[in-house]
């Protein structure tokens, strides 16, 4: 079992940042990848970034490359988004994922809300 706790949401400007904060606990030697998700009301979940454990290949959504950045600190277990240059667009509830385990198991944070409003 894998345990999420996110952090760092909040209200912010358009063109503001924001960092969001991961930190993982229980089965962490499994994790093989982490990444943050995001939806918006009316929508559906989406992928914003991912980031492998071991050689930490990146991916972003076309939305947001350019903007945004994933990073991971192995030694805290932390996994980052630095959300730059915010757009009202980019207002959701982000969560942040692991994959995890033989069977690739998906768990989940509980999710943070992020506003992007003037």
């Known amino acids: 079992q894998v345990q999420l706790a996110e952090s760092g949401g909040g209200l912010v400007q358009p063109g503001g940042s924001l960092r969001l904060s991961c930190a993982a606990s229980?089965?962490?030697?499994?994790?093989?990848?982490m990444a943050w998700y995001r939806q918006a009301p009316g929508k559906e979940r989406e992928l914003v970034a991912a980031i492998t454990t071991n050689g930490g290949i990146t991916n972003y959504a076309d939305s947001v490359k350019g903007r945004f950045t994933i990073s991971r600190d192995n030694a805290k277990n932390t996994v980052y988004l630095q959300m730059n240059s915010l757009k009202s667009e980019d207002t959701a509830v982000y969560y942040c994922?692991?994959?995890?385990?033989?069977?690739?198991?998906?768990?989940w944070g509980q999710g943070t809300q992020v506003t992007v409003s003037s």
């Open positions: 229980g089965s962490i030697f499994s994790i093989s990848a």
């Open positions: 994922n692991a994959v995890a385990g033989l069977i690739r198991s998906n768990y």
